[in-house]
T-cell receptor
Framework: DAKTTQPPSMDCAEGRAANLPCNHSTISGNEYVYWYRQIHSQGPQYIIHGLKNNETNEMASLIITEDRKSSTLILPHATLRDTAVYYCIVRVALSGGSQGNLIFGKGTKLSVKP | GAVVSQHPSRVICKSGTSVKIECRSLDFQATTMFWYRQFPKQSLMLMATSNEGSKATYEQGVEKDKFLINHASLTLSTLTVTSAHPEDSSFYIC???????????FGQGTRLTVV
């Protein structure tokens, strides 16, 4: 699976949009981009994933560049509870019998400040 | 999203004893479950992947005889840390996936302390 690069930390003011970048320049055509977050001492929480098109759900939006070499996770109105480590992971689309492990990098520690 | 439950959330055991951690998918059947370990201030490290009814696949450097994984049903996987030592103290997290191209959902983790 392709490797991702994320900034180690970011700050965001409460109520503002948090834009978390991820570089995955070696991504292959059949690899999805997944975003998870981990609040301190909890298991990771799924946020969103996409292949080519931009995606939106109740938690966030995922913007994938046209060449798919990078993406941005957008939390439209950050709250203090969004303070967490955010992981960007690429994973190959699977066929039967494939393992499809999620390999975690170091992620971005987002601190939402009042 | 789907719910994955881990039990216990915290456990303290004596060195040399064994500890079993359970991972259950509560509202779906999980074809594949994953076990991770996380040391303080580090990222999650994949330990093993298990498919229901077959032997687990362990990542390089993970001792299969020390970390016994059983995936006897589509809703339950267990990780047993055998002959635990203080260096096994860590945060153990499981995840489960419904199908091959769906997202994985994570348990709340188990904090193991070996004294």
């Amino acid at each position: 699976d392709a490797k991702t690069t994320q900034p180690p930390s970011m700050d965001c003011a409460e109520g503002r949009a948090a834009n978390l970048p991820c570089n995955h320049s070696t991504i292959s055509g059949n690899e999805y981009v997944y975003w998870y977050r981990q609040i301190h001492s909890q298991g990771p929480q799924y946020i969103i994933h996409g292949l080519k098109n931009n995606e939106t759900n109740e938690m966030a939006s995922l913007i994938i560049t046209e060449d798919r070499k990078s993406s941005t996770l957008i939390l439209p109105h950050a709250t203090l509870r969004d303070t967490a480590v955010y992981y960007c992971i690429v994973r190959v689309a699977l066929s039967g019998g494939s393992q499809g492990n999620l390999i975690f990098g170091k992620g971005t520690k987002l601190s939402v400040k009042p | 999203g789907a719910v994955v439950s881990q039990h216990p959330s915290r456990v303290i055991c004596k060195s040399g004893t064994s500890v079993k951690i359970e991972c259950r998918s509560l509202d779906f059947q999980a074809t594949t479950m994953f076990w991770y370990r996380q040391f303080p201030k580090q990222s999650l490290m994949l330990m093993a992947t298990s498919n229901e009814g077959s032997k687990a696949t362990y990542e390089q450097g993970v001792e299969k005889d020390k970390f016994l994984i059983n995936h006897a049903s589509l809703t339950l996987s267990t990780l047993t840390v055998t002959s635990a030592h203080p260096e096994d103290s860590s945060f153990y997290i499981c995840s489960a996936r419904i199908g091959v191209n769906t997202e994985a959902f994570f348990g709340q983790g188990t904090r193991l302390t070996v004294v």
